[in-house]
C-alpha cells in the first residue's frame, strides 16, 4: 500500500492517516486487536471484492420536523454528492440512496450495517446492499456499497421552524463490491 509507512493503520499522520485505514478496511488488513478490527466486522463484506472506490464531496441534507411529542429536531433528509475518480467527476450520489455513473450505470442499496465515524462530527460508516441496478458500465456489477473514511456531515444544534433545510457538508470514499462468484 504506497503511501502508508509503518503500520497499515497508525503509520501515516492526519488525513494520510484516515485514508490508509480506510484502504486497510476495504482490502481488510487489520492488526490483531485492534479497534479497527471491530469495525470491519459491522461493515464487512469478506465474500466481495472491491470493483471500483470513488470519492465524494458533497452534502448531508437535513430538515427541521416535529416528533411524536411535538418537539422539534433535526431529521437526515437526502444526500448529494459528486463521486470524482482521479479528481475528474464521474457520477453523483442522492437520495435512494443512489449513485450514478457518466457511463450510464447506476445501484440503489438499502443500508445493513453500520459503524461510527472517526469523530462525533463524522457520519458513519456503512454497509450498503444493492436492492436497484441499472446500465452495463462501471456500477452495474456492484453487490454491496461501502461508504468509508466520512468526515464531516452531522448537523448540530437545534432548529426553529419546521420545514427548514439545513446543509452539511462531507466527504466520504464508496467502495462498489462484487460477490465472489
Same mark, same amino acid.
Given at each position: 500500500?504506497?503511501?502508508?509507512?509503518? /503500520?497499515?493503520?497508525? %503509520?501515516?499522520? +492526519?488525513?494520510?492517516? $484516515?485514508?490508509?485505514? =480506510?484502504?486497510?478496511?476495504?482490502? !481488510?488488513?487489520?492488526?490483531?486487536?485492534?479497534?479497527?478490527?471491530?469495525?470491519?466486522?459491522?461493515?464487512?463484506?469478506?465474500?466481495?471484492?472491491?470493483?471500483?472506490?470513488?470519492?465524494?464531496?458533497?452534502?448531508?441534507?437535513?430538515?427541521?420536523? /416535529?416528533?411524536?411529542? %411535538?418537539?422539534? +429536531?433535526?431529521?437526515? $433528509?437526502?444526500?448529494? =454528492?459528486?463521486?470524482?475518480?482521479? !479528481?475528474?467527476?464521474?457520477?453523483?450520489?442522492?437520495?435512494?440512496?443512489?449513485?450514478?455513473?457518466?457511463?450510464?450505470?447506476?445501484?440503489?442499496?438499502?443500508?445493513?450495517?453500520?459503524?461510527?465515524?472517526?469523530?462525533?462530527?463524522?457520519?458513519?460508516?456503512?454497509?450498503?446492499?444493492?436492492?436497484?441496478?441499472?446500465?452495463?458500465?462501471?456500477? =452495474?456489477?456492484?453487490?454491496?456499497?461501502?461508504?468509508?473514511?466520512?468526515?464531516?456531515?452531522?448537523?448540530?444544534?437545534?432548529?426553529?421552524?419546521?420545514?427548514?433545510?439545513?446543509?452539511?457538508?462531507?466527504?466520504?470514499?464508496?467502495?462498489?463490491?462484487?460477490?465472489?462468484?
Amino acid at each position: 500500500m504506497r503511501g502508508c509507512s509503518g /503500520s497499515i493503520v497508525t %503509520g501515516a499522520a +492526519g488525513i494520510a492517516a $484516515r485514508r490508509c485505514a =480506510a484502504l486497510a478496511l476495504a482490502l !481488510g488488513i487489520f492488526p490483531a486487536g485492534t479497534a479497527q478490527a471491530q469495525l470491519r466486522d459491522a461493515i464487512a463484506t469478506p465474500d466481495a471484492g472491491p470493483l471500483l472506490t470513488l470519492h465524494a464531496e458533497g452534502a448531508q441534507i437535513y430538515e427541521c420536523k /416535529s416528533d411524536r411529542d %411535538g418537539k422539534l +429536531g433535526w431529521t437526515f $433528509r437526502e444526500p448529494i =454528492a459528486a463521486l470524482m475518480l482521479d !479528481g475528474r467527476t464521474v457520477g453523483r450520489h442522492y437520495a435512494g440512496p443512489t449513485w450514478e455513473h457518466v457511463d450510464g450505470s447506476g445501484v440503489k442499496a438499502k443500508v445493513v450495517g453500520s459503524a461510527p465515524g472517526a469523530s462525533a462530527a463524522d457520519i458513519p460508516w456503512l454497509k450498503l446492499e444493492v436492492v436497484e441496478r441499472r446500465g452495463a458500465g462501471a456500477l =452495474a456489477g456492484a453487490d454491496f456499497v461501502q461508504r468509508i473514511n466520512t468526515v464531516g456531515g452531522v448537523l448540530q444544534g437545534s432548529c426553529e421552524r419546521a420545514g427548514s433545510l439545513r446543509s452539511v457538508a462531507y466527504a466520504a470514499d464508496y467502495v462498489f463490491r462484487r460477490k465472489d462468484r
